[in-house]
């Protein structure tokens, strides 16, 4: 284990009956954004609970903080942050009993700083759970993860079905956190432009496999769209593709190391490619 990376996959494979996670590896190094993305059913929240060791993986190893995940499970739970779809709390309660009850739970939580996000993110103290819009909800549970001095922060599609501007404050509180070099964020999203806007690193699953797992810039760096005629097509090294299109008049190809490649096929042209983009091509491919 690197001491650098706070969190580290090698080689977890889970199997149901019609979806196989196949040896998912990657890693987060401590002071950075892992954004998780993929296509509904891709196996997001499948990788996210093996790290919480929610289910029992069939093989491969996880590293929290250093440590494996299922002998130091209470352990690595105490410096956990984990918000799940909308909340887990009970719908009667009120953020006032919320902090009340984390106080006895946490024997490091903070309660002047829970109260300080309620107030920054203007969600009422004295209000039922059950009364609070999604947006709400989702607020206060990752105000809850992030008062009890987490280092990591793990959270499933924690800005989905949210509008622009309670995204925008969550990602903020996200950059936040992230100043203390030692923590670590790791989220699923399918909005991808938020991803863009915060994390250091993509991982993209599909159907159960690491398709890439790089530092954002580096994707958006090396990746490009190999464009030319079908007869240009059978002059493409097949090494060179990651994943091909052919239509009419001619083909899309998804490639690394865009410079090498463009300077290799000079009758063709290479564009650059976004990280959605990239997804749907991937997926399509899929379907083909
Ligand atoms: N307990 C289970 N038993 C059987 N199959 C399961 C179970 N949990 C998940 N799956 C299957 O595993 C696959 C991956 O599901 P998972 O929830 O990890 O995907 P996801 O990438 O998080 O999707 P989404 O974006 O829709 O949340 C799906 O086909 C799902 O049906």
Known sequence: ????????LNGVSKSYKDFTLQNVSFQLPKGSIMGLVGANGAGKSTTI???????????????VFGLDNTKHDQEIKER???VFDETYFHSVLKPKQINK?????????????????????????????KDFSRGMKMKLSIAAAMSHGADLLILDEPTGGLDPVVRSEILDLFLEFIQDENKGILLSSHIITDLEKIADYITFLDNGKVVLSESKDEILYL????????DDLNRVD???IIS????RFGFEALVKHADRIRAKYPGMVVDPINIEDM???IAKEGQE
């Open 1 to 8: 284990m690197n001491t650098e990376n706070i969190l580290e």
């Open 49 to 63: 609970k093996s790290i919480l060791n929610l289910i029992r993986r069939d093989s491969g190893d996880i590293k």
């Open 80 to 82: 956990l942050g984990i």
């Open 101 to 129: 009850f984390m106080k006895d739970i946490y024997k490091t939580w903070d309660e002047e700083q829970f109260l300080g996000f309620l107030k920054k993110l203007k969600i009422p103290l004295d209000k039922q759970i």
């Open 223 to 230: 990746y490009g769209v190999l464009k030319g005629s079908l």
């Open 238 to 240: 097949k090494g060179d």
């Open 244 to 247: 091909v299109h052919r239509h």
């Open 279 to 281: 997804m749907i091509f």
